[in-house]
């Protein structure tokens, strides 16, 4: 009976996560309501992240990005100073992981290996796959490639943000697995700390998310549900690596630790770069309308 109550902790996590997604989002669609002020739609004289798309098109098809050469330095200095401070946080970490985890993972092993179902099991080997290299490398490219078309100012940015994130990713990992040469469990003593599946599932979903976010939205309720569908990747990555003992309990959780730090220092980069992202009209306060006025009678034609 207790195999089965392991194998429904995925579906209960992934329940829990979408359920504080949505009372996140109800709160934030009450919030308006309970103000003093009405708000407008992108169509009420308060032009979304979509407005001026196509004069900025124009604008960039005659300009040369004479920027892009110093912006694109700017952003990966920012980029390599947030890696290591991410890299100084995970070797304090890891001082604490590697050398006292076991006390947690070996049980946590043992008992998981002997209430494995193989039908969870089955479904794991294929989830799990999502936080493979090249699945998320290729995944990186392919928005950079996308994001680099349809992005309105500094086009260049999207795809220097992802590529460089898979250098910058790949060779700070590398340097903690330099440093802490852990063996992973008895059927994966290749997987070390931290879990660079769970990172990969952070890191990179989660700028791929945000990049989209800033371009096409900028609403807070769209943040809320990019958030938990990112937070729903990383928990199954963590869950299957663990379930199919491919890494230690501590491990998994380390990499989704390590992913949320890169993920912060590069969404800092791109904001020191382009600025903050720009609100949508769904929060911008309407005017009010002098009294004994319509909608008609107060409008220009």
Not at 176 to 199: A, E, M
């Amino acid at each position: 009976m207790s195999r089965y109550l392991v194998a429904l902790i995925w579906p209960a996590g992934m329940a829990v996560i979408f359920g504080v997604a949505f009372l996140a989002w109800r709160r934030n669609v009450a919030m308006p309501a309970n103000g003093t002020g009405h708000y407008a739609n992108h169509s009420a004289g308060h032009p979304g992240p979509q407005a001026g798309r196509h004069h900025s098109r124009r604008a960039g098809a005659r300009s040369a990005f004479p920027d892009a050469a110093a912006g694109s330095g700017q952003f990966l200095v920012l980029a390599v100073v947030g890696a290591a401070v991410a890299f100084g946080l995970m070797a304090l970490l890891g001082l604490v992981v590697v050398y006292h985890g076991l006390a947690v993972d070996r049980p946590v092993f043992n008992w998981l290996s002997g209430h494995q179902v193989h039908v969870a099991a089955a479904a794991m080997k294929r989830l799990t796959k999502i936080g493979d290299t090249w699945t998320a490398w290729a995944a990186a490219l392919a928005a950079a490639a996308c994001l680099a078309v349809t992005w309105r100012d500094k086009r260049w940015l999207p795809p220097v943000a992802l590529v460089s994130l898979i250098v910058v990713d790949h060779y700070t990992t590398l340097a903690l697995r330099h440093v802490f040469h852990r063996l992973g469990p008895p059927t994966s003593p290749l997987g070390t700390y931290p879990s660079g599946g769970c990172d990969r599932c952070i890191v990179f979903y989660g700028l791929i998310a945000y990049l989209l976010w800033r371009e096409f939205s900028g609403r807070r309720a769209t943040a809320i549900w990019a958030t938990a569908i990112v937070a729903a990747l990383g928990f199954n990555e963590a869950y299957s690596r663990v379930y199919l003992s491919l890494h230690w309990l501590t491990d998994a959780v380390s990499g989704l630790i390590y992913g949320g730090l890169l993920l912060l220092g590069f969404i800092v980069a791109v904001r020191m770069v382009a600025g903050r992202e720009a609100p949508s009209g769904a929060g911008q306060p309407v005017s009010p309308m002098p009294v004994g006025l319509s909608p008609t009678e107060g409008s220009v034609t």
